[in-house]
């Protein structure tokens, strides 16, 4: 399945072995009470109670005389520890440890005569007792009501010395909250003790809430207050030192006047009604640390036949609701829905209907999230029992005691991107793979070996062009949080076709408004998004195009022989030497594809300046990061597109097992146009995005495009761009082939296709009538280019063995005569080794070939 739940914590079997052990313990001392078996007939009473920031799990069991016992499990070191005992006959609400272990604060209450504990009866008490359990000694009772009470110790960030003040939450039912200020001091040793027990400190943080929900994790109290019948959100931050700060208001457009009030991670809460959820709204808040900010809301069910569903997306500025349809218009749901965060995503599952894999870190196209209905087996393989999504990854199960860190299954997900025809869902699972991989070179290995055998198979977007910006966005992103809003994350911008089973509505939402001037740590980084939002019109992604006029000037001043400066040529020569040893020294293994053979002065062209243009991109907006820091991010980053690009094209020619002299075979196989075909595609991608290709890849498809294409096909390829005729593909071509009649079109179709200078460069490589003639045309060119014309003699004077035929004889005679006079020049313009008895000859030569003589 798509999603894999490992279990960190099971109550059955790192609880209930350790609880058999003490009692048989207490059994041989001859201790009060029942045996081991007493335990058994009382396991139903056994649950857990709460999860503290530091991962610590506390828990609760009733003996056979209904004795309470709170104990606590060490995630980090898997044992358990007995805290206390109540000997009365109480239902525990909520209980909670300080980080130290010295307090234990707990809210009980009695059982009805109905046997109730859902609702308290008139004249019924809530006790809320703080306990000084290092050791066992005075029980404080801190609050005696009618109605609950919820309570939660703040965690310090950094758990170092014993804290000499500690902070306890207390919420309640009657919609306030406050915050208990608790001194302690050691006496005799190591005992802890309250300092002045008679009185503690309180303040009051929040009242006249509907709804609330606490961060473990970070420390953060999240609510819902009703202003003018309008739903608001806060969130309180706390410090260390117990302080706080209100940090925002968002207005969201829900409706809970009606709902009642409800609780969301204080503890686990066994009073609802967990058969019912589907009566009941399900709202939570998401974060993680690049500075995202979801709410995720569905209302309660009205319809059978679809389900609704809301996510705030405040660090974009939009929401989304979505309406998913479910297996049939008489399915009856009985199971709520559950959201679960997993980093740069959110989890929504219906069980039994549907799983939505949201992205959360890049929601705009609904593309870039998975949605699987209940035709897919992960939708049947996920618990059916209501799940606790708590903070960070943790999921709890309350029904099964068990916890569980929930982490995305690479290996289905894979598998899964085999066997899907949906372009949707091939995008989705893509993008899945590449974000959350633990293992990026493995991965990216899986996947180059998927495009490779599908690189046709998507027709809403290019398969490599996607794969090769992301996975380079990717490599480069956890250096800084701000890259997602300067480098392209995909290649798709625009997403029209539906997804099957879901509907989708857009609208734009009130960005929250931040209470505190001074920001730090995720703060900084919610409000860097939220400024992003409001100011930046349009988008600051960056777009390689942008140095197309700039490249192709370059190309066009080579040509005719004008220079840039110096400096700024050596600039961007020395960047595309950088990247390529960037690129080496990342891979160390040979490649057998023949790349990296040649200057391909374009292509380091292209590298140098979009290493250049990137760079001061990267400059302009991000800021307080060094500058040799931004220098080297750039770097990875080209030299990671063009690895991926030799990846790719290396597995396959791995996998077809060619040979770098392709032209050694007479006939192409079958392999040979299978890598040629992905070369094809390769070049596509790259050009669309004007990306730069590895040195060597043209010579490389050209040489392969001869070997497979027909003549007329080859030629078309060249005349319309697709095969570039480098200076190294025709030299190989004009040594490797021989002269037969096939060969020679080849040749001659080539090099009446090159530039002139190129053109005259390869003439001296064929030795064939054809090519003196077209060296013998060029040199006559050159001398009659500036020619005047002078009185001569009529007399001609004849040479032995000169031809009868005038006009040659005369037209020779000039040639001569111009040559002697610019020796220099045309020593200088290369044009040593031809002259006027070369240029008789060749004449000579091509006159009998056309006689047919």
Same mark, same amino acid.
């Given at each position: 399945?798509?999603?894999?739940?490992?279990?960190?914590?099971?109550?059955?079997?790192?609880?209930?072995?350790?609880?058999?052990?003490?009692?048989?313990?207490?059994?041989?001392?001859?201790?009060?009470?029942?045996?081991?078996?007493?335990?058994?007939?009382?396991?139903?009473?056994?649950? /857990?109670?709460?999860?503290?920031?530091?991962?610590?799990?506390?828990?609760?069991?009733? !003996? !056979?005389?209904?004795?309470?016992?709170?104990?606590?499990?060490? @995630?980090?070191?898997?044992?358990?520890?007995?805290?206390?005992?109540?000997?009365?006959?109480?239902?525990?609400?909520?209980?909670?440890?300080?980080?130290?272990?010295?307090?234990?604060?707990?809210?009980?209450?009695?059982?009805?005569?109905?046997?109730?504990?859902?609702?308290?009866?008139?004249?019924?008490?809530?006790?809320?007792?703080?306990?000084? #359990?290092?050791?066992?000694?005075?029980?404080?009772?801190?609050?005696?009501?009618?109605?609950?009470?919820?309570?939660?110790?703040?965690?310090?960030?950094?758990?170092?010395?014993?804290?000499?003040?500690?902070?306890?939450? =207390?919420?309640?039912?009657?919609?306030? /909250?406050?915050?208990?200020?608790?001194?302690?001091?050691?006496?005799?040793?190591?005992?802890?003790?309250?300092?002045?027990?008679?009185?503690?400190?309180?303040?009051?943080?929040?009242?006249? &809430?509907?709804?609330?929900?606490?961060?473990?994790?970070?420390?953060?109290?999240?609510?819902?207050?009703?202003?003018?019948?309008?739903?608001?959100?806060?969130? *309180?931050?706390?410090?260390?030192?117990?302080?706080?700060?209100?940090?925002?208001?968002?207005?969201?457009?829900?409706?809970?006047?009606?709902?009642?009030?409800?609780?969301?991670?204080?503890?686990?809460?066994?009073?609802?009604?967990?058969?019912?959820?589907?009566?009941?709204?399900?709202?939570?808040?998401?974060?993680?640390?690049?500075?995202?900010? @979801?709410?995720?809301? $569905?209302?309660?069910?009205?319809?059978?036949?679809?389900?609704?569903?809301?996510?705030?997306?405040?660090?974009?500025?939009?929401?989304?609701?979505?309406?998913?349809? =479910?297996?049939?218009?008489?399915?009856?749901?009985?199971?709520?829905?559950?959201?679960?965060?997993?980093?740069?995503?959110?989890?929504?599952?219906?069980?039994?209907?549907?799983?939505?894999?949201?992205?959360?870190?890049?929601?705009?196209?609904?593309? +870039?999230?998975?949605?699987?209905?209940?035709?897919?087996?992960?939708?049947?393989?996920?618990?059916?029992?209501?799940?606790?999504?708590?903070?960070?990854?943790?999921?709890?199960?309350?029904?099964?005691?068990?916890?569980?860190?929930?982490?995305?299954?690479?290996?289905?997900?894979?598998?899964?991107?085999?066997?899907?025809?949906?372009?949707?869902?091939?995008?989705?699972?893509?993008?899945?793979?590449? $974000?959350?991989?633990?293992?990026?070179?493995?991965?990216?290995?899986?996947?180059?070996?998927?495009?490779?055998?599908?690189?046709?198979?998507?027709?809403?977007?290019?398969?490599?062009?996607?794969?090769?910006?992301?996975?380079?966005?990717?490599? #480069?992103?956890?250096?800084?949080?701000?890259?997602?809003?300067?480098?392209?994350?995909?290649?798709?911008?625009?997403?029209?076709?539906?997804?099957?089973?879901?509907?989708?509505?857009?609208?734009? *939402?009130?960005?929250?408004?931040?209470?505190?001037?001074?920001?730090?740590?995720?703060?900084?980084?919610?409000?860097?998004?939220?400024?992003?939002?409001?100011?930046?019109?349009?988008?600051?992604?960056?777009?390689?195009?942008?140095?197309?006029?700039?490249? +192709?000037?370059?190309?066009?001043?080579?040509?005719?022989?004008?220079?840039?400066?110096?400096?700024?040529?050596?600039?961007?020569?020395?960047?595309?030497?950088?990247?390529?040893?960037?690129?080496?020294?990342?891979?160390?293994?040979?490649?057998?594809?023949?790349?990296?053979?040649?200057?391909?002065?374009?292509?380091?062209?292209?590298?140098?300046?979009?290493?250049?243009?990137?760079?001061?991109?990267?400059?302009?907006?991000?800021?307080?990061?060094?500058?040799?820091?931004?220098?080297?991010?750039?770097?990875?980053?080209?030299?990671?597109?063009?690895?991926?690009?030799?990846?790719?094209?290396?597995?396959?020619?791995?996998?077809?097992?060619?040979?770098?002299?392709?032209?050694?075979?007479?006939?192409?196989?079958?392999?040979?146009?299978?890598?040629?075909?992905?070369?094809?595609?390769?070049?596509?991608?790259?050009?669309?995005?004007?990306?730069?290709?590895?040195?060597?890849?043209?010579?490389?498809?050209?040489?392969?495009?001869?070997?497979?294409?027909?003549? +007329?096909?080859?030629?078309?390829? &060249?005349?319309?761009?697709?095969?570039?005729?480098?200076?190294?593909?025709?030299?190989? =071509?004009?040594?490797?082939?021989?002269?037969?009649?096939?060969?020679?079109?080849?040749?001659?179709?080539? *090099?009446?296709?090159?530039?002139?200078? #190129?053109?005259?460069?390869? @003439?001296?490589?064929?030795?064939?009538?054809?090519?003196?003639?077209?060296?013998?045309?060029?040199?006559?060119?050159?001398?009659?280019?500036?020619?005047?014309?002078?009185?001569?003699?009529?007399?001609?004077?004849?040479?032995?063995?000169?031809?009868?035929?005038?006009?040659?004889?005369?037209?020779?005679?000039?040639?001569?005569?111009?040559?002697?006079?610019?020796?220099?020049?045309?020593?200088?313009?290369?044009?040593?080794?031809?002259?006027?008895?070369?240029?008789?000859?060749?004449?000579?030569?091509?006159?009998?070939?056309?006689?047919?003589?």
């Amino acid at each position: 399945m798509a999603l894999r739940l490992v279990s960190d914590f099971d109550l059955r079997k790192d609880v209930l072995p350790w609880l058999r052990s003490q009692r048989a313990a207490s059994a041989a001392a001859g201790a009060r009470g029942g045996g081991p078996g007493v335990l058994e007939n009382n396991y139903e009473s056994l649950r /857990i109670l709460n999860v503290e920031r530091n991962e610590n799990i506390i828990y609760t069991y009733k !003996d !056979d005389k209904g004795n309470v016992f709170f104990g606590l499990y060490d @995630c980090r070191t898997r044992q358990n520890e007995h805290l206390y005992t109540f000997e009365k006959d109480l239902h525990v609400v909520s209980c909670s440890v300080n980080s130290e272990r010295t307090l234990l604060a707990a809210s009980l209450v009695h059982f009805t005569k109905e046997g109730r504990k859902n609702e308290l009866q008139p004249g019924s008490k809530c006790l809320t007792l703080l306990v000084e #359990i290092h050791p066992v000694n005075n029980v404080k009772v801190l609050k005696a009501v009618d109605s609950y009470i919820w309570v939660q110790f703040l965690y310090p960030h950094v758990e170092s010395h014993p804290l000499a003040e500690n902070h306890l939450l =207390l919420i309640s039912e009657e919609k306030y /909250i406050e915050k208990f200020h608790i001194q302690v001091i050691q006496e005799d040793g190591n005992r802890v003790v309250l300092k002045d027990s008679g009185h503690l400190p309180r303040e009051r943080v929040a009242e006249d &809430f509907v709804w609330a929900q606490w961060d473990m994790s970070e420390q953060r109290l999240y609510y819902v207050d009703l202003k003018m019948s309008r739903s608001v959100l806060k969130c *309180i931050q706390f410090s260390a030192d117990g302080k706080f700060n209100l940090m925002f208001e968002a207005p969201l457009d829900i409706t809970l006047s009606d709902s009642g009030f409800k609780l969301v991670n204080f503890g686990c809460d066994d009073l609802q009604d967990q058969k019912n959820l589907s009566k009941h709204l399900t709202l939570c808040v998401f974060t993680n640390h690049t500075g995202t900010l @979801c709410v995720c809301y $569905s209302p309660k069910f009205d319809s059978w036949g679809k389900i609704t569903y809301t996510v705030f997306y405040f660090h974009k500025g939009h929401s989304k609701t979505f309406t998913a349809a =479910l297996r049939s218009v008489d399915s009856h749901v009985t199971k709520g829905l559950t959201f679960l965060n997993l980093d740069y995503y959110v989890a929504v599952y219906l069980p039994g209907h549907f799983f939505h894999l949201l992205n959360i870190q890049h929601p705009d196209l609904i593309c +870039h999230s998975l949605f699987l209905t209940g035709n897919n087996e992960v939708v049947d393989m996920l618990p059916h029992s209501p799940l606790q999504s708590l903070s960070g990854s943790l999921v709890l199960d309350l029904c099964s005691g068990k916890l569980y860190r929930a982490v995305l299954n690479q290996s289905y997900l894979l598998q899964f991107l085999w066997n899907t025809q949906l372009d949707c869902e091939k995008m989705a699972v893509l993008h899945c793979v590449l $974000s959350c991989g633990r293992d990026p070179q493995f991965l990216e290995a899986k996947l180059i070996q998927w495009i490779s055998e599908n690189v046709s198979a998507c027709h809403s977007f290019d398969l490599i062009q996607e794969f090769i910006i992301a996975s380079s966005y990717w490599s #480069i992103y956890p250096e800084t949080s701000n890259m997602d809003k300067l480098l392209p994350y995909s290649s798709v911008f625009a997403w029209d076709t539906e997804i099957p089973g879901i509907a989708l509505v857009t609208e734009e *939402i009130p960005l929250p408004f931040m209470k505190v001037h001074s920001f730090k740590g995720y703060w900084e980084k919610l409000n860097s998004n939220l400024e992003y939002v409001k100011y930046s019109k349009p988008r600051l992604l960056y777009d390689n195009s942008m140095i197309r006029k700039e490249w +192709h000037s370059l190309i066009s001043e080579e040509k005719t022989g004008r220079r840039r400066s110096m400096v700024y040529m050596r600039n961007i020569r020395e960047n595309a030497m950088k990247v390529i040893s960037n690129l080496e020294a990342r891979n160390l293994e040979p490649r057998l594809t023949p790349l990296f053979q040649e200057e391909d002065n374009h292509q380091r062209l292209l590298m140098g300046l979009m290493v250049s243009e990137l760079k001061d991109h990267l400059l302009r907006h991000l800021q307080g990061i060094e500058k040799k820091k931004i220098e080297q991010m750039v770097l990875d980053y080209v030299s990671k597109l063009l690895d991926l690009i030799c990846q790719i094209l290396e597995t396959s020619w791995r996998k077809h097992h060619l040979h770098p002299q392709l032209l050694h075979c007479r006939r192409a196989s079958a392999a040979e146009f299978t890598v040629f075909h992905l070369m094809t595609r390769i070049l596509e991608a790259t050009r669309t995005l004007f990306l730069p290709l590895p040195p060597g890849f043209h010579t490389l498809h050209t040489m392969l495009g001869v070997h497979c294409l027909p003549l +007329h096909n080859l030629l078309h390829y &060249f005349d319309n761009g697709v095969l570039l005729l480098t200076e190294t593909a025709v030299t190989r =071509l004009m040594k490797d082939l021989d002269n037969s009649e096939k060969n020679e079109k080849l040749k001659f179709s080539i *090099i009446v296709r090159l530039p002139p200078l #190129i053109g005259q460069k390869i @003439c001296r490589l064929w030795d064939h009538p054809m090519s003196s003639n077209i060296i013998s045309r060029n040199h006559v060119r050159v001398l009659l280019l500036n020619y005047k014309k002078q009185p001569r003699s009529s007399m001609i004077d004849k040479s032995p063995g000169s031809v009868e035929f005038l006009p040659l004889n005369y037209f020779i005679e000039i040639l001569a005569d111009i040559e002697s006079s610019n020796r220099a020049l045309l020593a200088f313009e290369g044009h040593d080794n031809v002259d006027a008895k070369f240029v008789e000859e060749a004449a000579l030569k091509h006159t009998t070939m056309l006689l047919g003589l």
